[in-house]
């Protein structure tokens, strides 16, 4: 099976180890996993700010880099949903209303190409730690995405997945809203700090590299000793006692 990966512009710059076990996984997986050199940001943040006319011209070169590709692989939920809204974006755009409903349809999340595509729950992963899990709002409300990720972490050895409170609230990030509107994200993303914490969980792990960011972020400067992960460095980790 071939898979073009979609790295997305916060892996490639802040989450390289995180795409790296994407692209390990998959292989080990049977998958032939390429990369298109053409493709670059895919548009969000100029679509969720209003500048259609600039998400456009970014969705289009993002069809063009990946139109010849089997399936698309993400490491975030946010930008795979991103990808979803192409036809609604390009409705109006004549050919490229075709082009990119055929680019929605074999773009899947990581978690969610290997559940759900390759049929594969468990990976032979060891995690010894206490952990909860961060539900992005775009990878389950846009996506719809709400079961692959805990289906595989129920199967790594030695983890423990602890409930978190409020889990389907947003941790503040959205993008541009977190420039826009910082006093409000940042009491939303202290909010979830907390509710962390009475998880008692020492691990947050997340699969949207934009929350991982912001929460982490917070978490640093409050000097909080909470590590996060995305998922693929959790489902990747086969030696016990790694981390």
């Known amino acids: 099976m071939k898979v ?6 916060l892996s490639e710059m802040f989450y390289q180890n995180a795409a790296k076990d994407v692209v390990e996984i998959l292989e080990r997986l049977d998958c032939e996993v390429d990369f298109p050199k053409g493709q670059i940001c895919c548009g969000q943040p100029a ?4 500048y259609r006319k600039d998400a456009k011209k970014a969705a289009k070169q993002m069809i063009a880099s990946f139109e010849a590709s089997e399936y698309i692989v993400t490491p975030s939920g946010s930008c795979a ?24 349809d074999k773009t899947y999340e990581f978690t969610q190409f290997v559940v759900n595509i390759l049929k594969v729950e468990d990976l032979g992963a060891t995690y010894p730690a206490k952990a909860t899990y961060h539900t992005s ?6 996506l719809h995405e709400k079961e692959a990720p805990f289906r595989l972490l129920k199967n790594v050895r030695g983890l423990e997945l602890l409930p978190l409170q409020n889990n389907y609230d947003c941790c503040g990030f ?3 809203f977190a420039v826009k509107m910082a006093p409000i994200s940042e009491q939303m993303v202290d909010e979830k700090i ?3 914490e009475e998880s008692t969980a020492n691990v947050l792990i997340a699969a949207d590299n934009g929350c991982m960011m912001n929460i982490k972020g917070r978490i640093d400067r409050k000097g909080k ?3 996060v992960k995305h998922i693929a460095q959790i489902l990747n980790t086969r030696v016990e006692g790694r981390v």
């Open 194 to 196: 907390r509710h962390i």
């Open 47 to 50: 679509y969720n700010s209003g």
């Open 174 to 176: 959205g993008g541009t």
């Open 81 to 104: 949903a991103m990808f979803k809204e192409y036809p609604q974006l390009l409705k109006d755009e004549g050919e490229w209303y075709g082009r990119a409903k055929k680019i929605a």
């Open 225 to 227: 000793p909470i590590e």
């Open 4 to 9: 073009s990966l979609f790295i997305t512009c």
């Open 137 to 142: 709002c775009h990878m389950t409300r846009l």
